[in-house]
């Protein structure tokens, strides 16, 4: 008997830690999910959003787009539950899910989506007939569904003051802008509630605010810079990264005025040392890069060399006049960005250039790009728009063709690769099944805080 009881005793200690284990890692619906991060935004319209990652996650919460793209940059569907192709390809019509609602409660409708859509594309032929939403250009547009997907192209139900309203799975509850936004769980979001009652950002924070803010409780969930990584996580914080998505560069507002010109730059880019400030300043993080593009993104990045070649850089130095100067800009509050700037202004006067370093500075400055999307046309076309270049032909795309079309964007001499970084958040240990997608973005859904209650 007092064997079989002590069997009894170790059976019950077995089921008491299996079914604690399983409450451990079963999903708990609740609490208030507190984020920090550096973006800072004045309007939650996504149509007037700054362009980056952080605007991106922010819409993500609030608005949905008629499809998004998977991490291999493959469109799904989201508002929209079907599409086909019309008019050889010039267009596309839309069939939208029904039974969606707005978080003002009104329905989803193809007249919204119209209204929507010219606001952010006035440029675009977009009608309504019946349930479907057709898109129609002048020319074939073999890259609109991954366009669509875009955070500026997010269905916004405007009012007659022109604040939006979102289908997203979060609704707006408290909006401070610049500084807070709080957003509620929506009850009735068509794919399903999130788990976590509300959310609380807190915006314009500094990376080293934002890990004193994790370390110290206040936030679950906060943005990690390139150089910190290794610290993150030898802290034992839950580190996850994107794929290599944002590109930082050195961008000229102008193209080079004459052939002199045109010289003193390709001198400086062949002065930079790329793989010492990889392995110092940014502590390993990301990837050395003379491509627009990540390799993981298009395949072929690491055909352009990341190798200063300080001899043909001194022969173009020496067949321009005087010494060749620049005056480079940079984001005065972002400490990486002035050491990166410092030494490429080290690096140019080692090749007989001369940088100067002013953080007002617009002719040259060094730059982070958030890439548009994980489908690689998108982002060069993107890319390319903002650069002011021609536009790229929009017609069947091949490899060779985007190959092609990034040579083109770099002869233009208007921007010099210098690096691709991942982005990386950290989070504490109540913070479960929260991901990062390889663009960058943050999917927070589907993740649920544990209770510190026993």
Request: hydrophobic residues 40%.
């Amino acid at each position: 008997m007092k064997r079989t009881g002590l069997q009894w005793l170790a059976i019950s200690v077995l089921l008491i830690s299996a079914l604690s284990a399983n409450a451990d890692t079963r999903p708990q619906y609740g609490g208030t999910l507190h984020i920090t991060t550096s973006m800072s935004t004045s309007s939650l319209d996504p149509a007037e959003m700054p362009d980056s990652v952080g605007a991106r996650n922010l819409v993500a919460l609030i608005f949905d787009t008629l499809v998004i793209v998977d991490a291999t940059g493959r469109p799904q569907s989201a508002l929209a539950e079907s599409w086909q192709s019309v008019a050889g390809d010039r267009g596309v019509e839309f069939h939208l899910r029904r039974n969606v609602k707005f978080h003002d409660g009104n329905p989803l409708t193809t007249e919204i989506v119209v209204s929507s859509l010219r606001k952010a594309n006035p440029a675009w032929n977009v009608t309504a007939g019946g349930d479907v939403v057709s898109i129609e250009s002048a020319g074939a547009i073999p890259e609109l569904l991954q366009e669509l997907s875009l955070s500026r192209n997010a269905i916004a139900k405007r009012d007659a003051t022109g604040n939006p309203s979102g289908t997203g799975p979060f609704h707006i509850v408290d909006w401070q802008p610049g500084k807070r936004l709080v957003a509620a769980a929506n009850e009735d979001y068509w794919n399903g509630r999130p788990f976590v009652d509300e959310i609380d950002i807190d915006m314009g924070r500094t990376f080293r605010d934002q890990m004193n803010a994790l370390e110290s409780g206040r936030a679950d969930l906060a943005e990690v810079a390139p150089e910190q990584m290794h610290r993150a996580v030898s802290q034992r914080y839950e580190l996850l990264r994107s794929s290599p998505i944002e590109l930082i560069a050195l961008k000229f507002a102008k193209e080079a005025a004459s052939a002199q010109e045109k010289a003193s730059r390709d001198a400086l880019r062949l002065s930079i040392e790329r793989q010492s400030m990889h392995n110092v300043l940014l502590q390993g993080a990301g990837q050395p890069s003379a491509s627009l593009l990540p390799t993981w993104m298009s395949g072929y990045g690491f055909v352009f060399s990341t190798e200063p070649d300080r001899l043909r850089a001194q022969q173009l130095r020496d067949q321009i006049p005087g010494v060749p100067s620049f005056t480079l800009g940079y984001d005065n509050n972002d400490p990486l960005a002035r050491l990166l700037a410092e030494r490429v202004a080290l690096n140019a006067k080692e090749t007989g250039l001369s940088v100067q370093l002013n953080a007002s500075a617009t002719e040259l400055r060094l730059v982070r790009i958030p890439l548009a999307s994980c489908d690689p046309w998108s982002s060069l076309l993107v890319l390319n728009n903002q650069l002011g270049l021609p536009p790229i032909e929009a017609k069947a795309h091949s490899l060779d063709q985007l190959f092609a079309s990034e040579q083109s964007m770099l002869a233009s001499g208007r921007i010099i690769p210098l690096f691709h970084l991942p982005l990386a958040y950290a989070a504490g240990t109540n913070l479960r099944d929260w991901t990062v997608m390889p663009g960058g973005k943050l999917n927070v859904t589907g993740a649920w805080l544990k209770s510190s209650q026993p």
